[in-house]
T-cell receptor, first 117, second 113 residues
Framework: GAVVSQHPSRVICKSGTSVKIECRSL??????MFWYRQFPKQSLMLMAT?????????EQGVEKDKFLINHASLTLSTLTVTSAHPEDSSFYIC?????????????FGPGTRLTVL | GDSVTQMEGPVTLSEEAFLTINCTYT??????LFWYVQYPGEGLQLLLK?????DKGSNKGFEATYRKETTSFHLEKGSVQVSDSAVYFC????????????FGTGTRLQVTL
């Protein structure tokens, strides 16, 4: 149990276009989902926390208009990178916290590698 | 605020060698502690966890003990395999409602024959 999927796994897009990444909890309900960004050979940087039915909470320095997050249901959160630029190229990882689980236990998706040309 | 400090890598070991990856933390309250592993090109997988002082988390031959007195959660394995080559992240889970995880910078382990 506790499987989290992400789609797509890889995406290449042109500069100026928008890209949507989906994060789904497949076998559990997730009240909270988290979006991280990982640069090559570096740690994960938390971008935002999304709660079902409410606005996402963004970390300091993360542009909310650039990275749109929608947590439409207890099993789905989406991250849209708007007007993508080459500097947005990165590995984006989501995680989900069970609605009924212990505090702080997150389950991670496999990640989405975004390349902006 | 909360922070996690990991030993820098890369760590290169021969197969069957003993592994220790150091991790120390700074936090308020009583956080949970985790080790995650990331294999090349993949997302993070939970390796083990400990939720209170003196707890020992263990999985796949790896273990780590939550030491409150030294604020540490060092990862150990008695005999590493080539398949253990990956990046290992120590993480701290806050005790607040936000349930945020704070990650260390990661330690790359390379095991050779």
């Amino acid at each position: 149990g506790a499987v989290v999927s992400q789609h797509p796994s890889r995406v290449i897009c042109k500069s100026g276009t928008s890209v949507k990444i989906e994060c789904r909890s497949l076998d559990f309900q997730a009240t909270t989902m988290f979006w991280y960004r990982q640069f090559p050979k570096q740690s994960l940087m938390l971008m935002a926390t999304s709660n079902e039915g409410s606005k996402a909470t963004y970390e300091q320095g993360v542009e909310k208009d650039k990275f749109l997050i929608n947590h439409a249901s207890l099993t789905l959160s989406t991250l849209t990178v708007t007007s993508a630029h080459p500097e947005d190229s990165s590995f984006y990882i989501c995680s989900a916290k069970r609605a009924s689980g212990r505090v702080n236990e997150q389950f991670f998706g496999p990640g989405t590698r975004l390349t902006v040309l | 605020g909360d922070s996690v400090t990991q030993m820098e890598g890369p760590v290169t070991l021969s197969e069957e060698a003993f592994l220790t990856i150091n991790c120390t933390y700074t936090a308020t309250g009583y956080p949970s502690l985790f080790w995650y592993v990331q294999y090349p090109g993949e997302g993070l997988q939970l390796l083990l966890k400990a939720t209170k002082a003196d707890d020992k988390g263990s999985n796949k031959g790896f273990e780590a003990t939550y030491r409150k007195e030294t604020t540490s959660f060092h990862l150990e394995k008695g005999s590493v395999q080539v398949s253990d080559s990956a990046v290992y992240f120590c993480a701290l889970g806050s005790t607040g409602t936000a349930s945020k995880l704070t990650f260390g910078t990661g330690t790359r382990l390379q095991v050779t024959l």
